[in-house]
């Protein structure tokens, strides 16, 4: 039987099951009735030789020479790059690839290593499947705490990290250590004489130790909620609701110092704090607007009055002036005839006596 093989194929020839040798391009001519066999197949990528053993094939000079042969172990991973580009990765197992046409060429990284190796560039990192590492953010402000097998191991600042998990468990905690700001709304509180107030109250506060943190706390914003409600309904109990509208500062700064001695306790530092809102009860809100309506009236009469008395003071003086000197009496007399005539449309006068004495006379 007549062969062709081409320039980019090969041919594995057996007789009677027998392995013999590989075929380059070429014209051949076979016997199938003497037991020989050709199988003709691509030279490019993976060798795919119907089941020959490997250890068969390389005692053939000619398929060592065509060929590379890669054997990745379980904790391997292994980058495949024909003609310099990277294509893919390959892990657990023998690779056998043609390298006549093209170059090929494998990369093996141990995956036994804690962090990833600096030889991986971002390119290769994607090919990596995502069930072989563990992936840290740090963003500006945070801590990561790496646990190996639930062991602290490492502790991280702002960065992007890779841990390989192939042979061991690995897990990430990140916490945020920025400032943040806490609202405690609606605390009702029984004051000293049994009034009911609500209190919306604001602090902020950020992480000082993070492994303590993570290790002694849960739900660290709802217990130093708690905390903070406490505080509060132990303070303000102790204290009338007049002492407090007037003491409103004086107890924020209390209630600051007292936050500050748990900050230990709870791996955290507190900024500032203070009572935004004290909501009254309905009913305390409306005497309370009463009495303010009447201080306000209160304080109106008193002035109205001390214009008054000035006022007449005033008057009191200019008459004073007027009697010791003739010249200003007739001066304002003239003013107020001004006045007159302005707001009058028509006057009649006689021709007997001065024009001036007759205008006063209507006063």
Partial sequence: MRYIIRDNEVGFLSRNGKFLRILNAGKYNFWKKRGYELEITEAAGEVKCSGIPYEVLE?????????????????????LYINGKLMGVSNKGEYVFWNRFEKVDMKIFSMKELKFQEELTKD???????????????????????YINNTLTDKLSEGLYYYWNVVREVKAVVIDMKWRELNV??????????????LNMVTNYRITYAEKSVSDRTNLTDQLYSFIQMVSRELIGNYKLDEILE??????????????????????????????????????????????????????????????????????????LMDENKTLFQLKRLEYLERICNRVGEISVSGKGDLIEQLSQLI
């Fill in 185 to 198: 709304v609606g605390q009702e509180i029984l004051t000293k004489d049994k009034v009911g107030i609500r």
């Fill in 247 to 320: 003491r409103r500062s004086e107890l924020s700064e209390i209630l600051d110092r007292k936050l500050r001695e748990g900050e230990k306790d709870f791996c955290v530092e507190f900024g500032s704090f203070g009572i935004r809102d004290i909501i009254l009860p309905g009913e305390i809100r409306e005497i309370m607007n009463t009495v303010l309506v009447a201080e306000k009236k209160a304080q109106a009469n008193v002035i109205e009055r001390r214009e008054e008395v000035a006022s007449t003071r005033s008057l009191m003086n200019t008459a004073k």
């Fill in 59 to 79: 005692k053939d000079e000619d398929f060592r020479n065509a060929t590379v042969r890669y054997e990745i172990e379980n904790d391997e991973i292994g980058f």
């Fill in 124 to 146: 290769m990192i994607q090919y990596i499947p995502q069930r072989y590492y563990t992936k840290v953010v740090v963003g500006q402000g945070e801590e990561a705490l790496i």
